[in-house]
């Protein structure tokens, strides 16, 4: 659709990261398939999918913030780490796990206090 320049002139001007824009530009390219004409009006309402798309990652980011580490691995990877935690895996597993797939080594000490300061709690199933 558009040349590589101009996708990074948009994504900086926009302030959105590249799938950003891509959902950005779906999303609004259907907004305005749906209108019957096009007023200026309909086109700068069309903007508040721009603002849902900038709420969605500041949430995000709020998010990422919660959890606390030093550890650059157990930032990089926290999102797995959380997973693997929630579905039932241990601490050596949890680093085993990120030894075979990223070819990275974290303790299973740093993990534990990763997950207990943060107050990651597992995901119960309803079985008692």
């Not at 891509?22 to 779906?26: A, D, G, I, P, Y």
């Not at 907004?31 to 019957?36: D, I, M, Q």
């Not at 721009?50 to 580490?69: C, G, N, P, V």
């Not at 303790?107 to 995901?123: G, H, V």
């Given at each position: 659709m558009f040349s590589e320049n101009k996708r990074k002139r948009y994504m900086r001007l926009l302030d959105l990261e590249e799938e950003e824009l891509?959902?950005?530009?779906?999303r609004y390219n259907y907004?305005?398939?749906?209108?019957?004409e096009l007023s200026p009006n309909i086109i700068l309402n069309g903007l508040f999918i721009?603002?849902?798309?900038?709420?969605?990652?500041?949430?995000?980011?709020?998010?990422?913030?919660?959890?606390?580490?030093r550890n650059?691995?157990?930032?990089?990877?926290?999102?797995?780490?959380?997973?693997l935690y929630q579905q039932g895996f241990g601490?050596?597993?949890i680093s085993k796990q990120l030894e075979v797939n990223h070819k990275i080594?974290?303790?299973?000490?740093?993990?534990?206090?990763?997950?207990?300061?943060?107050?990651?709690?597992?995901?119960?199933?309803?079985?008692?």
């Open positions: 891509s959902l950005f530009l779906k907004y305005l398939k749906s209108k019957k721009l603002d849902d798309i900038r709420t969605k990652r500041e949430k995000q980011k709020a998010l990422r913030a919660k959890y606390k580490s650059k691995y157990i930032i990089k990877y926290r999102d797995e780490i959380i997973e601490f050596t597993r080594k974290v303790s299973r000490s740093s993990l534990y206090r990763y997950i207990k300061i943060n107050n990651i709690k597992r995901e119960t199933d309803g079985q008692s």
